[in-house]
């Protein structure tokens, strides 16, 4: 054995034993350092506990934000869609309008024309009538005065 080394006994009394105010102080002393190692870690953890319910907090305000504009944009869509079929329905109404009032019109048209001609030609018949009324009084004029010739004639043959 060397000189420094110290013989160790083979009972049991000779193991060392932590006195009970020495393990309680060192134990105090271990939560203590632990506590205080673990304070900026805390710290740390707790800031980014509030930055994570701020967070959360913002995207479910931006969450909603956006569902609102969503909301928003398919009502502007649809009163788009119910404002398209709107003028489309329109448009028919109006082409069928149209369509009637061009046939109503055409109609008129035609029994207009068909009047112009009624009198144009009762006008024409008229004038033609005054002709031949006027060759038949010739006409008449003529056989009277042939009457006449032919009875002076046959007076004269007498």
């Known amino acids: 054995m060397a000189e420094h080394d110290i013989p160790l006994a083979d009972n049991a009394a000779s193991k060392a034993e932590i006195p009970a105010a020495l393990a309680g102080a060192l134990r105090d002393w271990a939560e203590q350092y632990a506590h205080e190692s673990g304070a900026p870690v805390r710290a740390a953890l707790a800031e980014r506990d509030e930055a994570v319910e701020r967070l959360t907090s913002e995207l479910r305000n931006a969450k909603h934000v956006a569902s609102e504009a969503l909301v928003g944009k398919a009502k502007d869509q649809l009163a788009i869609d119910g404002k398209d079929a709107q003028i489309a329905d329109l448009r028919a109404q109006l082409e069928r309008s149209m369509a009637a ?46 009457k006449t010739e032919k009875e002076v004639l046959l007076s004269r043959l007498q």
């Open 101 to 146: 009032t061009a046939a109503e019109s055409d109609t008129r048209l035609k029994a207009q024309m068909e009047l112009v001609g009624a009198t144009t030609a009762r006008d024409n018949f008229a004038a033609e009538i005054k002709d031949l009324r006027a060759q038949l009084d010739a006409a008449h004029a003529e056989r009277r005065s042939l």
